[in-house]
């Protein structure tokens, strides 16, 4: 999968090999340009390729579903396939038939679109992958890690800001404009484009807050039900992704809003105005960007592996609150995330106060900061941005 000079190996074309070895369809899902299609053909080279984003192609599975499977006795790779929605009942009939693993490989951007279709017809014999952009350790194995923090969030980690030469201010113009125009208008009816640019933007504004859908809809003067609907498009085109509050309220009230987080930091950067890393140091909303790269990080680690996320953060109402809790069976581990580059004791307040109230069950503790060390502090991982993907890789 090349897409510099450099081949990106992807980590999770593993998950997709075993998910082929057990299922005998395989689902892609996950943003625009996060590199599904690519992925997919590596992976299956050896199988027929079909865009059903081509007129000919979706006509086709779309009023004559059987004929257009029956071309593909072997299987095929079918990108976008929530188009064809007929094509769910009849491929379940051929792939019940002929009992097959890793027949068919489906790709979609939407996930309502693609999941619901997939739970309605072929419940039980698809095994689903979720591809976000390129996580850490890839653009490292790759060498095109920027060593600088500054660079990383504004350039952010969708594969064609790597491929392409141009800047990626441009290239995030794009893929918004066309996002809205094309994504958006299939799913709901939109009367002002320019309205809802304006919420997608309010929303990367309050990247990492408490998500407040009244306050949203006040500041874009639509209704609470419009940002909700609004909300769940930009979920199901996985722009945005909520981080849930932890239940275990350790004798406390705990705030029951979740968090609102973008899958990738250098959409939020573009989003909010910045238009070159030089405007990174100075800008109100760098801790917030940190803190989207690492929780999207955590992410990516998971979906990568083919898990489901196990990502929480934990408040209560007196404001005591830890950024991160990783739920890994009876344990939980906190992390605390700080952009600066120099560790201070300010760092483990949050941390201190947390394993006082926990008390058991308790995992070691992290710290993620801006600086360049890893070290280990008063029984603390203290690690440095680049290192996540040795967290990452692991919960």
Sequence with gaps: MSYTKNVINRNAANTLKKLARGYP?????????SGKTTLARFVFKYKSYVSLEDPDQMEFANEDPRGFLDRYPDGAVLDEAQRCPLLFSYMQGVVDQKKRPGLFVLTGSQQFGLISKITQSLAGRVGLLHLLPFSLGELKSGNIMSKNLDDMLFKG??????????????????????????DVRQMISVRDLSVFQRFVRMCAARTGQLLNLSGLANDCGITHNTARAWLSVLEASYIVFLLKPHYRNFGKRLIKSPRLYFYDAGLVAWLVGINDPKQMPIHAVRGA??????????????????????????????????????????????IEIKSGQTVTNDYFIGINKWLAIAKTGVGTPYVIYGGNESYKRSGTEVLCWRDIVKLSERI
């Design 289 to 334: 960007l940190f803190e989207n790269l690492v929780v999207s990080e955590l992410l990516k680690g998971r979906y990568n592996r083919g898990l489901d996320s196990n990502l929480y953060f934990w408040r209560d109402n007196t404001g005591n609150e830890i950024d991160v809790l990783i739920e890994e069976t009876d344990t939980l581990i906190p």
């Design 25 to 33: 369809v395989i689902a892609i899902t996950g943003p625009r340009q």
């Design 157 to 182: 980690f969708y594969p064609p800001v790597y491929d392409r030469k141009i800047p990626p201010s441009s290239w995030y113009a794009n893929y918004v404009f066309t996002y809205l125009e094309r």
